[in-house]
């Protein structure tokens, strides 16, 4: 159901924002690095153009997919094809219980299934070393992701998760895990059409040396007969590389909080006509959050479900139907101590005269720097999650509030130590991310449904991959 589930590709960031005086921060002026005898409006002009020239840089595009006939393996599958005309939504092929293998899929002679056993701490350390080694990198081997044991407890874990949705490769002989894929349950919710009962696929991942044994196809048979012993027949996956057939793209975005530490691993530059002393001068953030928030807790799990569910039918045309059990385990951290290093998920909640109006959440994704030349080997990186807001009364009081929701999510995350806050081009996140001094990575993100047609999603980028709100046309699921 899944090919590599790239995330985006985090190197050598130019800094492609623009300057907003009003934004959170402090105001940029002569003597924080604007060059002599230039005015701040023209300093902001030429970011405004450098911003614009870094977006086009690196734009992937369905022209530059391969051909129908060299997706060896997706053109048996029940996916649509590039550019196919969609009449009405929904799965393509109709199958039953009956019609599904009851035998694993073949391996080659050396290898063997096994089951992981997400429960035992052996098995997930497994997993760990596998991701850690072969997983994500970005193309200049720059940047590595840390699935620690506790993000991978809160990522494979949710309500309805099922022992046989993680199939592992072992080597016969020494028992070494060499690949791996996961399946966990959602509930999809996809215009006016009925939900979609489905999984998640993600974390597919092959042993470097491995790649030319073409396990990935097989994996992706293995758990799509799994999933589909459970009666369920579709599935939403994403990728960095082009598929068929994208129904979104989205774009990766990033704020930077420590930008001298950015700099310093080569995650970030320093643009023309700009010094280091104007980068961290425009980054500054306050200390104090606008707005009056605090922690969530399980107490507030049943005020937040709806207000997360009439957000996302407002705010998006493909989204997660969640569950209150859901809600729970995705946003209430076991861990309440926000110091505490095996803290994954940070949500917060917005009350007014004593009742819950917002809320916000951002997870924690560490990355290791690989380069040897760099003077850190971490890099502390939070990823925007859900949030939502009562105030639906229009598009723009939405986007107003959602600004200050995530505004104040960005002081948090600088109060507590992150380096780097990430989001991408869905829900409202375009009307707010210059505003915010986000600058436009160049990681890409495709969204895909396997075993279902559906017309595009909006991704929140034009044509030219600008930023573009359309009202309540956007993304709505966000996967780990």
């Given at each position: 159901m899944a090919e590599k589930n790239t995330k985006p590709e985090e190197t050598k960031r130019k800094e492609e924002e623009e300057f907003n005086e009003e934004d959170l921060g402090e105001p940029i002026a002569q003597g924080t690095?604007?060059?002599?005898?230039?005015?701040?409006?023209?300093?902001?002009e030429i970011l405004k153009m450098f911003q614009q020239q870094m977006a086009m840089q690196d734009i992937p595009d369905r022209e530059?997919?391969?051909?129908?006939?060299?997706?060896?393996?997706?053109?048996?599958?029940?996916?649509?094809?590039?550019?196919?005309?969609?009449?009405s939504e929904g799965p393509i092929e109709h199958k039953k219980l009956e019609d599904v293998r009851p035998t694993p899929y073949n391996l080659p002679a050396e290898y063997e299934w096994s089951d992981v056993d997400i429960e035992n701490p052996e098995h997930i350390q497994e997993v760990y070393d596998l991701l850690y080694e072969n997983y994500v990198e970005d193309d200049d081997a720059t940047f590595r992701f840390k699935y620690s044991a506790s993000f991978l407890d809160w990522a494979l874990k949710p309500p309805g998760w099922q022992k046989s949705w993680y199939p592992c490769v072992r080597v016969a002989a020494t028992g070494k895990m060499v690949a791996f894929i996961s399946a966990i349950p959602t509930s999809i919710q996809l215009r006016a059409n009925d939900q979609i009962k489905a999984v998640e696929i993600n974390f597919l991942c092959v042993h470097k040396k491995l790649r030319s044994k073409r396990l990935a196809p097989v994996l992706i048979k293995e758990i799509t007969r799994r999933v589909n012993q459970k009666d369920i027949w579709q599935a939403l996956y994403t990728a960095g590389v082009v598929l068929p057939s994208p129904v979104s793209t989205c774009r990766y975005y990033h704020r930077p909080l420590n930008w001298t530490k950015l700099y310093e691993i080569g995650f970030s530059a320093i643009p023309p006509n700009q010094t280091a002393a104007s980068m961290v001068a425009r980054y500054t953030l306050p200390k104090e959050v606008p707005l009056k928030v605090r922690a969530m807790t399980k107490d507030d799990v049943k005020a937040v479900h709806p207000i997360l569910q009439n957000y996302l039918s407002a705010a998006s045309e493909m989204s997660q139907h969640f569950s209150e059990e859901e809600v729970a385990h995705w946003f209430v951290d076991p861990i309440s101590d926000e110091k505490n290093d095996d803290k994954i998920v940070y949500s917060y909640v917005v009350e007014e005269d004593g009742k819950v109006i917002d809320f916000f959440s951002f997870y924690k994704l560490d990355h290791t720097v690989l380069k040897e030349w760099a003077t850190e080997s971490n890099l502390r990186a939070a990823y925007g999650?859900?949030?939502?807001?009562?105030?639906?009364?229009?598009?723009?009081?939405?986007?107003?509030?959602?600004?200050?929701?995530?505004?104040?999510?960005?002081?948090?995350?600088?109060?507590?130590?992150?380096?780097?806050?990430n989001e991408l081009t869905l829900l409202d996140n375009p009307s707010h991310l210059d505003d915010l001094k986000f600058g436009c990575g160049d990681g890409y993100l495709n969204y895909y449904l396997f075993n279902y047609r559906a017309q595009p999603v909006h991704g929140g980028l034009d044509k030219q991959k600008a930023l573009e709100q359309l009202d309540g046309k956007g993304v709505g699921v966000i996967m780990l």
């Open positions: 690095g604007i060059p002599p005898g230039m005015s701040a409006d023209k300093f902001n530059k997919a391969k051909k129908w006939e060299e997706y060896l393996f997706w053109k048996t599958q029940p996916v649509p094809k590039f550019d196919e005309d969609i009449d999650f859900y949030y939502a807001t009562s105030s639906l009364s229009s598009a723009k009081a939405r986007q107003d509030r959602v600004k200050e929701l995530i505004g104040s999510a960005v002081i948090l995350a600088n109060n507590l130590g992150f380096e780097v806050y």
